[in-house]
């Protein structure tokens, strides 16, 4: 049963929180950026690095898998590195609508909501994970047409539209979740492209998705 609930949504404030290094009238149709009809090869999207690893800076197509590492908060060094699959899904253009039970200020009611899906597997070792070591899909950013970060919402409550999943506890190695994230995006702006900054390999040179 969902409770009943309003929340203000404020990119990057306190109150909800940001993601990122988650009505009797019709809601416009969503549009939707999915992958391209792709093999992949067994070693996954883009070149890779020594281990296997994609190279920091590789251009993906949606839905090609990167193989790279993941950093918890809590990791003061990159001796406690771990092993995962990122995939970063579809890109997928909602309504505003979408927030009818939500508060917004104006200028977030003229913003245009954008669903970026996104996948993770485990491939190493059990990640431990809570609330001081993170999510792992929150080590995805989403960039807009001007080329500018753009902050996922965070909500208080649930937002069945896009449900930013938790991580499998414990994460063990073969295990893997999807999630969604929510951008709010003012000034007739889009999503165009997903990056990965999940340790500190990628912060400079993510793996990005378009």
């Known amino acids: 049963m969902r409770l009943a609930w309003a929340v203000t949504v404020l990119a990057c404030a306190a109150v909800v929180g940001c993601g990122g290094d988650d009505d009797d009238d019709a809601a416009a149709p969503a549009t939707t950026q999915t992958a391209e009809a792709t093999a992949e090869s067994d070693s996954g999207g883009g070149s890779t690095a020594g281990g296997g690893l994609t190279e920091p800076g590789a251009t993906l ?85 001007r080329g500018q970060e753009q902050p996922s919402i965070t909500f208080i409550g649930d937002f069945e539209r896009c449900e930013d999943t938790d991580a499998p506890k414990p994460f063990a190695k073969g295990k893997s979740y999807e999630s969604c994230l929510a951008f709010l995006v003012g000034g007739d702006g889009s999503i165009t492209e997903v990056r990965w900054k999940g340790s500190d390999k990628y912060i400079l040179k993510p793996v990005a998705w378009k």
């Open 61 to 145: 197509t949606l839905g090609e898998t990167a193989h790279v590492t993941y950093k918890p908060l809590t990791a003061t060094d990159d001796k406690n590195l771990f092993h995962v699959d990122a995939t970063a899904e579809e890109i997928e253009t909602g309504s505003i609508d979408d927030f009818e039970n939500i508060s917004l200020d104006e200028d977030q009611k003229a913003s245009t909501p954008y669903y970026v899906t996104v996948k993770i597997e485990n491939t190493g070792k059990v990640i431990p994970l809570g609330d001081m070591e993170g999510d792992p899909d929150l080590k995805f950013g989403a960039i807009d047409d």
